[in-house]
């Protein structure tokens, strides 16, 4: 199995993930890292406990983190989450509650104890993992890899250029593509594809079990087309990709690619990739070290992905 800590901002599709990974075999979810996003840190947690109910595993720990970014000030997404984070999910409140030390206590508790090293999955703005690699530089030993959904290749969300997780703590983000452990950017060039059919997630509504019409609701969420059109059907699996990611790579197509994370003017949040296949006059006048590197998933198999989702759940 893969021992993995998930940091997530829950949020519909981090709930997706957060039942997608701990009913995967091969994954073992160490502990649960929460962070201000998609809603506030009160209701990420809320909303973690819940879902964490409802996969029944009441056993994986969960700590709360940042309640705001590095620098930038905190701005939630319930234009595409709801108010609450779930859309119109609603479940009943957790008997359970977070851990009383911060997400970077526990996180750095589970990878020392951890005999294997650790993936560290973010779903989310990467103020926590920011500030662990701070606060524990050593830890990055014992760091497998640090597969993050967030940044884009292409086109963004949160502004035209840049993704929501990277936009919203840009400097957390550089923190993590600067700190020497191998990185995995799950961007919005394979995030906006991965979707389940709109038959297939309605009739999920019906299903008979708790677990079946959850998922229904979450992959029913209708998100906003633009400022003056109607809300629309996405079906997006979302984060839950990126933990597809850790178990069947193979479904992806990446690259090893120079990535930097833009922090002025309208670019700030952008994840600019240097797709040229030659290299440009800066590279050749010594403007190398600007670029960190990472592995980019640019194409996905979405048949094999949603197929996998929905499998590994037991709905198909
Ligand atoms: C990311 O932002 C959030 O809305 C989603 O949960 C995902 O992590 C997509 O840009
Ligand atoms: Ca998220």
Redesign the pocket.
Known sequence: TIPVILD???????AL?ILFAVAHPEIDVLGISCVA??ASLERVVQNTLRILDVANAPDIPVAAGARRPLIERARD?SH??GEGGLGTLRLPPSERTALPISSVELMHQLIQDSERPVTLVA??PQTNLALLLRQYPDITSKIERIVF??GSASVG??TAVA???VW?DPEAAAIVLDSGVPTFMYG?DV?NQVAVAEEVAVALLEHETTLGRTVGSLLTNRVNAGPDSATVYSGLI??AG?VCALVDPGALRTQIRPVRVELAGYGRGQTLVDMRQTAGEDLMHGLADVWETAEIALDVDVPRYTALFLKTLGLA
């Open positions: 997530v901002d829950t949020g519909v599709d981090d993930a996003g998609n997404a595409v989450h779903l989310a959904m967030g969300n949160a993704e929501f997780n919203h919005l995030f979302g984060d990126a």
